[in-house]
């Protein structure tokens, strides 16, 4: 059975510094694997994907994510954070046999000023 | 805008009740997809709809049930309400060109249902 495991419900990081969302998932079969953003009272909106070829995926609003088979993880980083990142990030795995989306639990970012 | 809209916004019921929610995808999109986000949780899979047709469903039981219209929208019904089913309710529809999962999911912005 697939699953995704976010290290960290809440990381706070000042305006500016490095943003890094943990995500460690597990597949027996290779995996597709997703960031998700929430922002308060919405829906969620696809970061970025990975899902076959190269393993440093570049999404939107300067995120991008690697995917370690190695290490069977799926970080989310992003250069110099920004006070509208502030959000809720999901992590998700699926695969071609299966139609569902396995989530995290999330990891809520927040932004110091 | 993902174009993919739900109603009602919030929605209270009380126990035992039954509870219909709608989904109104972009054109286009064959497929639709509901989940159950409980307060600090991630979103969990209910099922899935392609062509009005159910095409996968998660560990939720037979009173959680849907349906999928010609004209890109669908409904979620669940029975019998009980408290746990307290939650944010998501849809989100996909094209469906490739099948599954690696199409992009655009989600609505959810209905908020509270049961008491």
């Known amino acids: 059975a697939q699953s995704v495991t976010q290290l960290g419900s809440h990381v706070s990081v000042s305006e500016g510094a490095l943003v890094l969302l943990r995500c460690n998932y597990s597949?027996?079969?290779?995996?597709?694997l997703f960031w998700y953003v929430q922002y308060p009272n919405q829906g969620l909106q696809l970061l970025l994907k990975y899902t076959t070829g190269a393993t440093l995926v570049k999404g939107i609003n300067g995120f991008e994510a690697e995917f370690k088979k190695s290490e069977t993880s799926f970080h989310l980083t992003k250069p110099s954070a920004h006070m509208s990142d502030a959000a809720e990030y999901f992590c998700a795995v699926s695969d071609l046999k299966d139609d569902k989306i396995i989530f995290g639990k999330g990891t809520r970012l927040h932004i110091l000023p | 805008e993902t174009g993919v809209t739900q109603s009602p916004t919030h929605l209270i019921k009380t126990r035992g009740q039954q509870v219909t929610l709608r989904c109104s995808s972009q054109?286009?999109?064959?497929?639709v997809s509901w989940y159950q986000q409980a307060l600090g949780q991630g979103p969990q899979f209910i099922f899935q709809y392609y062509r009005e047709e159910e095409n996968g469903r998660g560990n939720f039981p037979p009173r959680f049930s849907g349906l999928q219209f010609p004209n890109y929208s669908s409904e979620l019904n669940v029975n019998a309400l009980e408290l746990d089913d307290s939650a944010l309710y998501l849809c989100?529809?996909?094209?469906?060109?490739?099948?599954?999962?690696?199409?992009?999911?655009?989600f609505g912005p959810g209905t908020r249902l509270t049961v008491l």
């Open positions: 054109s286009g999109h064959n497929t």
């Open positions: 989100a529809s996909s094209t469906g060109l490739t099948g599954g999962s690696t199409d992009t999911q655009y």
């Open positions: 597949s027996s079969v290779p995996p597709y």
